[in-house]
């Protein structure tokens, strides 16, 4: 089964708009954390959002929020006033339980094309 | 702060050679994590070394080996290459701890002709 599922292989948005990027995950584990990572065509990977599995609230950072919902195990990716810039894929990660501090594990990805 | 640097950037291999890729996590991280990105298989962990030791290891034949030196720097391998192997091989630096980032170079892209 899959641990990460990113359902939107592409998006589209208009310039200034906001965006949500789906993900839902699969764990058994009660602590886990999870990541957004967005990858421009230049290949590397930058560093987004992270939340932690006992984190109360959703974490923010910028024009990005994530919206996380345990109960569906959800954690989706809000991109607020979306620039051509933002074109790019993104990528849902999730680390489970505590001693597994470099190893992710990643969905297939949502490309993201911003339209002026 | 410098980020994590990555080397070589591009290299072409042919069948059956070895490559070596190196990896410079940022000053201060003892967790440097190892990932192969492909097309058809996306992103796959392949080890990480913390502290000179072997932390966690994905699933890939032992080709397929690492180290890290004192100063945290991290060396990958790859032997007796086959063509699957073309791929973008990121390297993560990160502190080790169970809720840190994880910070990402900018990969080594191999070709294996």
């Known amino acids: 089964a899959q641990k990460i599922t990113q359902t939107q292989p592409g998006m589209f948005v208009q310039e200034k708009e906001a965006v949500t990027l789906d993900c839902t995950y699969d764990t058994s584990d009660p602590s886990y954390g999870l990541f957004w990572y967005k990858q421009p065509s230049s290949g590397e990977m930058i560093f987004l959002i992270y939340?932690?599995?006992?984190?109360?609230q959703n974490a923010t950072e910028g024009r990005y929020s994530l919206n996380f919902q345990k109960a569906r195990k959800s954690a989706n990716l809000v991109i607020s006033a979306s620039q051509l810039g933002d074109s790019a894929m993104y990528f849902c990660a999730m680390r489970e339980g505590q001693n597994q501090g470099g190893k992710l594990i990643f969905g297939q990805g949502t490309e993201l094309s911003v339209k002026p | 702060k410098a980020g994590v640097t990555q080397t070589p950037r591009y290299l072409i291999k042919t069948r059956g050679q070895q490559v070596t890729l190196s990896c410079s996590p940022i000053s201060g991280h003892r967790s440097v994590s190892w990932y192969q990105q492909t097309p058809g298989q996306g992103l796959q962990f392949l080890f990480e070394?913390?502290?000179?030791?072997?932390?966690n290891k994905g699933n890939f034949p032992g080709r397929f080996s690492g180290r890290q030196f004192s100063n945290s720097r991290s060396e990958m391998n790859v032997s007796t290459l086959e063509l699957g192997d073309s791929a973008l091989y990121l390297c993560a630096s990160s502190a080790g701890y169970a809720t840190g980032e994880l910070f990402f170079g900018e990969g080594s892209r191999l070709t294996v002709l």
């Open positions: 070394y913390f502290s000179e030791t072997q932390r």
């Open positions: 939340q932690g599995s006992y984190d109360q």
